[in-house]
């Protein structure tokens, strides 16, 4: 397996746009993350799936972040509008259950200007 | 409010030397703990993971454990190289993961 493939890789859009970013989990993983790393606040979960139903989005910072998962195999973050302090390095991560060992993406830098 | 920290912050070392990274939190009541190492600009690489039911765990020269009561764990590394230089993080999964803030660590050749 690939591992957990996440795409882009980096990403710098204009303030008020759309951001889309997109995570493939390990094949056979029931759970899904979307993290968010910045250097004040480290790594804060956003959101977990399991069974591509969400479990947990109480980390999810306002409305303007929305995170889907339509199959075991994909899923969005959507920042609509993104805003410069959105700034940061957004990390997916799967795993067999949400008690088993964690295996993370390479991450998309997203900058917002 | 449950909180993870991790001590030292940042440790610069001889290589050859051993070596122990702190993570405390703040509620016993874990489902596990998991230890990353994260290189500059990539993701997370998982090293070891401890069940709540279990004291340590192995793998080459990395040892880790577990003290539930106490709200600790450490990492050992045996024999440190260059190539270990790196920010340790350390994530307990109370109800979600927690992250700690990491130890960046600087194994000098």
């Known amino acids: 397996d690939a591992g957990v493939i996440q795409s882009p890789r980096h990403e710098v859009t204009e303030m008020g746009q759309e951001v889309t970013l997109r995570c493939k989990p390990i094949?056979?993983?029931?759970?899904l993350f979307w993290y968010r790393q910045t250097m004040m606040r480290g790594l804060e979960l956003l959101i977990y799936?399991?069974?591509?139903?969400?479990?947990?989005d109480s980390g999810m910072p306002e409305d303007r972040f929305s995170a889907k998962m339509p199959n075991a195999s994909f899923s969005t973050l959507k920042i609509q509008p993104s805003e410069p302090r959105d700034s940061a390095v957004y990390f997916c991560a799967s795993s067999w259950d949400g008690n088993t060992e964690a295996f993370f993406g390479q991450g998309t830098r997203l900058t917002v200007v | 409010k449950q909180e993870v920290t991790q001590i030292p912050a940042a440790l610069s070392v001889p290589e050859g030397e051993n070596l122990v990274l702190n993570c405390s939190f703040t509620d016993s009541a874990i489902y596990n703990l998991q230890w990353f190492r994260q290189d500059p600009g990539k993701g997370l690489t998982s090293l070891l993971l401890?069940?709540?039911?279990?004291r340590e765990q192995t793998s080459g020269r990395l040892n880790a454990s577990l003290d539930k009561s106490s709200g600790r764990s450490t990492l050992y590394i045996a024999a440190s190289q260059p190539g270990d230089s790196a920010t340790y993080l350390c994530a307990v999964k109370f109800r979600n993961f927690v992250f700690g803030p990491g130890t960046r660590l600087s194994v000098l050749p």
């Open positions: 094949s056979g993983h029931n759970s």
């Open positions: 799936f399991n069974n591509n139903v969400p479990i947990d």
């Open positions: 401890i069940q709540s039911s279990q």
